[in-house]
Every structure is written in C-alpha cells, then in structure tokens.
C-alpha cells in the first residue's frame, strides 16, 4: 500500500522517523479503547501522544475517501491547526498517516500529543454534586457560545469530546474528535440544536440556556423551548436507530 504522511512543520527529521516507524508497529502497542476506532497512548522522545486508528472503511466510502473525500485523519489533523488560529483548545497535531492501494483508501492515523484533563463534560452528566457544577456547566456554555461566535459548528459536540481543565477560578475547555466540523456563520437555530447531544437531563438544558441568554442577549424562554426540543428530538431519533439496528440483528 501506498504510505501518505503529513507531520507538524515543528517537528525535527529524527522524530518525524521515529514517529513513522510506531505507526508501522501500531498493533503491537499496548492498550487501545474504541469499538470502531482505536486510540493508543504511547510515549516518543519524552513526549506523551495519542494515535488513533480509524476504522477501515466500508467498500463505497474506500472509494470516495481515495479520489473525493478528504480522510478523518486528514480532517482531524487539520481542523485542529485551524482551531489553534481561531484560539480554540485542543491537542496539539502532530501528523496524520494515511494507506492506499490505487483504487481504494484503507487506513489512516491521527496523530496528537496527549493532554491530561481534570474531567469531561460527561462527569457533569452523571455528578451534579461535582464541585464548584454551577460554574463549569456556565463556563462550559460560554465556550460554547464563543465556538458560535468564531463560526465553528462541531458537529460532534457530545460528552465526551470536550476535556476540561482547571485553571485558577476558571477552566479551559479542548475539543477532541475532531473529524466533523464545518466553519460558516451560524443561525440562530443551528447554534441551539447544537446542545442537543450534550445531555438527557432538563436541568442541565435550562442552566445552559440561562447563560447562553446572558451571552447572546436571545430571550430565555425562546431558547430553553427550542434546546429541549432538540434534545428530545435526537434522544428519540438515537433510540429509534438502536431499536432498528436490533432488530436486524435479530
């Protein structure tokens, strides 16, 4: 297969080879979480880093990824260096691997430097006696509030792909999973529906949509309506899919 790599224009000639090299021996690295994709913790050099492995995908999509899409690492890696220019937290991109045959895409890898976090944004879904709750859940708006702003919709804004840090009194939150995003101004009602994976519980909603009035100026009731709506639409739309998917199987 062919061997496409792009690295961070940083990094020096002996990592760049040291960095290749463990991706050839990625399977033979210990751990690895994820049912379709598979990240590994590893150290380089002294440098703590996170590669993810993406699934190999389906016949149709090999084809589209080879000649009209760009890959999930592709965008991954440079996503995040557009995050970093608009001032958005997230890991620092190293480099993306990507393998192909000349009719069909195959692997790819994204490579990122590992950042250790306080919590996620899913503590918060399943603690609300974590301290100091009230704040970071506002705080957590804000920066969402402030992704808008930049004309950032991240597609998969869900628990688990906000890290947030404590910083002093404040935090500093960084996106992962970086592969769908789009940049564009947004409307009002994509910014709301941009809450609807984040959590199930209408508290949470109604202390998101408190402060995202307060940032946005957009009356309260208006946007606590149209955000639990949204929730409620994806919880069932989600549940809907399971249920199908577990009837096939059957």
Known sequence: MKENKVFNNRLESHFKTKLTQLIHDFEALE???GKRNIIKTTELDGINLNIKAFKVPNIVNQVAYQFFRKSKAQRSYEYAHKLLEL??????PLAYFEYKTPLLFKKSYYVSVHLDCDLTYRELTTNFEYPDYDDMLRAFTQFT??????GIYFLDHSP??????????????YLVDLNRMVFKPLDFKTRIKNFSKLTIH????E???????KCSGEDYN?????????????QNKFYRKKRLKKKLKL
């Open 160 to 173: 688990g792909n906000t890290l947030i840090k404590r910083n002093g009194n404040g935090y500093n939150f």
């Open 31 to 33: 751990g690895g979480v």
């Open 222 to 234: 208006k946007i606590v309506h149209l955000m639990w709506k949204e929730t409620e639409d994806f």
């Open 145 to 150: 509030y402030s992704l808008h702003q930049k």
């Open 87 to 92: 001032q958005v937290g997230t890991p620092q």
């Open 202 to 205: 209408k508290s949470m909603v």
């Open 207 to 213: 202390v998101m949509s408190d402060e995202y009035a």
